[in-house]
Nanobody
Framework: QVQLVESGGGLVQPGGSLRLSCAAS????????MAWYRQLPGKQRELVAA???????NYADSVKSRFTISSDNAKNTVYLQINSLKPGEAAAYYC?????????????????WGQGTQVTVSS
C-alpha cells in the first residue's frame, strides 16, 4: 500500500509565497514521476508541474517562472514552491505519483493521489 501526504497549504495574500510538500510512503520500489495538480472550483483538475526521477521538470505555461518543483529522492518527497500567487489560483492542490510498488515477487506500476491541500488567496 502506498500513501501520499500533502502539507503546506493555507491562506496567503495575493503576490505571496507558499511551499507545498508531498511525502510518499509504503511499499515503494521506484518512483518514475511526481507531480502537482490543482483543481479550481467548478473546473477540471489540471497539471501544474511534474518532476521525473531523472531530474527533468515540466510546468504549465501559466505558472512558469513563478512555481518551482523539486524533489528529494531519498525521502520520496516532492515540493512545490509557489511565488507571486494570483487570486485566481486559489484551489485544492493535489500530489500525484507514478510509481512501482510491491515486492520483488509482484511489482505493479500505478498512479497514486494525495488527499489534497487547500490554498486560499485573500487579502
Amino acid at each position: 500500500q502506498v500513501q501520499l501526504v500533502e502539507s503546506g497549504g493555507g491562506l496567503v495574500q495575493p503576490g505571496g509565497s507558499l511551499r507545498l510538500s508531498c511525502a510518499a510512503s509504503g511499499s515503494i520500489f521506484s518512483i518514475n514521476t511526481m507531480a502537482w495538480y490543482r483543481q479550481l472550483p467548478g473546473k477540471q483538475r489540471e497539471l501544474v508541474a511534474a518532476a521525473t526521477s531523472g531530474g527533468g521538470t515540466n510546468y504549465a505555461d501559466s505558472v512558469k517562472s513563478r512555481f518551482t518543483i523539486s524533489s528529494d529522492n531519498a525521502k520520496n518527497t516532492v515540493y512545490l514552491q509557489i511565488n507571486s500567487l494570483k487570486p485566481g489560483e486559489a484551489a485544492a492542490y493535489y500530489c500525484n505519483a507514478h510509481l512501482v510498488s510491491g515486492t520483488y515477487q509482484r511489482l505493479s506500476l500505478d498512479d497514486y493521489w494525495g488527499q489534497g491541500t487547500q490554498v486560499t488567496v485573500s487579502s
